[in-house]
């Protein structure tokens, strides 16, 4: 079993800035993708950032150069940092993570953490 478990999240005014962290857990043998989606009210899902194992990052149209999405490897978490917000950045973000296990693949997602931007 793998675990995801978003941090970070919270109530901040535009313009400001929050680092959101995911930490993945459990029976691990290798990541191969991390990556962070929202999803405001309404709205589908849409991908913020991710980060492959081989350092190949992607970003969201939205977000590019406002964004940077990074990795601790040792400690098989990845981290979102969100600078010059917008009321338009609200939603729920969710951390998703891709990899070996003990016994196969994995897929799994986090309970997402609420991000709120005040205009």
């Known amino acids: 079993q793998v675990y995801v478990a978003e941090s970070g999240g919270g109530l901040v005014q535009a313009g400001g800035s929050l680092r959101l962290s995911c930490a993945a857990s459990g029976s691990i043998f290798s990541i191969n993708f991390m990556g962070w989606y929202r999803q405001a009210p309404g709205k589908q899902r849409e991908l913020v950032a991710s980060?492959?194992?081989?350092?190949?990052?992607n970003y969201g149209d939205s977000v590019k150069g406002r964004f940077t999405i990074s990795r601790d490897n040792a400690k098989n978490t990845v981290y979102l940092l969100m600078n010059s917000l917008k009321p338009e950045d609200t939603a729920v973000y969710y951390c998703?993570?891709?990899?070996?296990?003990?016994?196969?693949?994995?897929?799994?997602w986090g309970q997402g953490t609420q991000v709120t931007v005040s205009s």
């Open positions: 980060l492959t194992s081989r350092g190949s990052t």
């Open positions: 998703n993570v891709k990899g070996v296990r003990g016994f196969g693949n994995f897929d799994d």
